[in-house]
């Protein structure tokens, strides 16, 4: 398994019990072939330019242990959950 580190921005009008479900859903994918080593909420932060019209986000920092599948599966996913404004998924240095 190789370390990765993912971004994951939510619409700010999302309330948090959509948002929470969301990142439930994509720690579950990260679960089945992984582990969830850290989970770093940021909160809402103001965006370098705007994004649909929005002037923030709320981010969450996830740091994580997983196989390839299962960040296909975490960026699929990402891009059709409607609270989920942007995401990104980076390798760490081993």
């Known amino acids: ?9 939510f619409y700010p009008d999302a309330d ?3 948002r929470e479900k969301a990142l439930d859903r994509l720690k579950a994918i990260i679960d089945k072939d992984g582990k ?3 989970v ?3 909160g809402n932060r ?3 330019y705007l994004i649909e019209y929005y002037e923030d ?3 969450v920092l996830l740091e994580f242990e997983a196989e390839t599948e299962a960040i296909k ?3 699929r996913v990402g891009k059709i959950l409607d609270s989920v404004m942007r ?3 980076v390798r760490l240095e081993d």
């Not at 398994?1 to 921005?9: C, D, G, H, L, Q």
């Open 73 to 75: 599966e975490f960026d």
């Open 40 to 42: 770093d909420e940021w």
């Open 46 to 48: 103001k965006l370098a």
């Open 87 to 89: 995401h990104m998924v």
């Open 57 to 59: 986000a709320y981010y």
């Open 36 to 38: 969830v080593t850290n």
């Open 16 to 18: 948090e019990e959509k």
């Open 1 to 9: 398994m190789r370390k990765y580190e993912a971004i994951v921005m």
